[in-house]
């Protein structure tokens, strides 16, 4: 079984900065991408930042110059630096994490791989007064 956890999030004035981690567990091989994407209430999921395993990234138009994904994929882990923060960040933060995971052949105990594309449960940040 594979999880996705996000951390860091909480409440913040506008301006301010926050920090969110996200990890995934499990029996995972590589990592190919992980990204953050976030959800207020009555709009759609939309893209925050993605970044892949050679390190490209991709940033949604509204956060660009104020938040920045890095990642430690040796830990399986991406982070989500949020600077001056805006009353309409506000949302739930969700990571998603694009994996190989690898699994034994019940015939010859060789390495499978198999695609993994699954989502944590949220964090919600929160800006305002």
């Known amino acids: 079984q594979v999880q996705v956890m996000e951390s860091g999030g909480g409440q913040v004035q506008p301006g301010g900065s926050l920090r969110l981690s996200c990890a995934a567990s499990?029996?995972?091989?590589?990592?190919?991408?992980m990204g953050w994407y976030r959800q207020a209430p009555g709009n759609q999921r939309e893209l925050v930042a993605t970044?892949?395993?050679?390190?490209?990234?991709r940033y949604g138009d509204s956060v660009k110059g104020r938040f920045v994904i890095s990642e430690d994929f040796a830990k399986n882990t991406v982070y989500l630096q949020m600077n001056a923060l805006k009353p309409e960040d506000t949302a739930v933060y969700y990571c998603?994490?694009?994996?190989?995971?690898?699994?034994?052949?019940?015939?010859?105990?060789?390495?499978?791989?198999?695609?993994?594309?699954?989502w944590g449960e949220g964090t919600l940040v929160t800006v305002g007064w």
């Open positions: 499990g029996n995972i091989f590589s990592v190919n991408a």
């Open positions: 970044i892949t395993s050679s390190r490209s990234t």
């Open positions: 998603n994490a694009d994996l190989d995971l690898k699994s034994q052949s019940p015939t010859d105990g060789g390495l499978i791989l198999y695609k993994y594309d699954g």
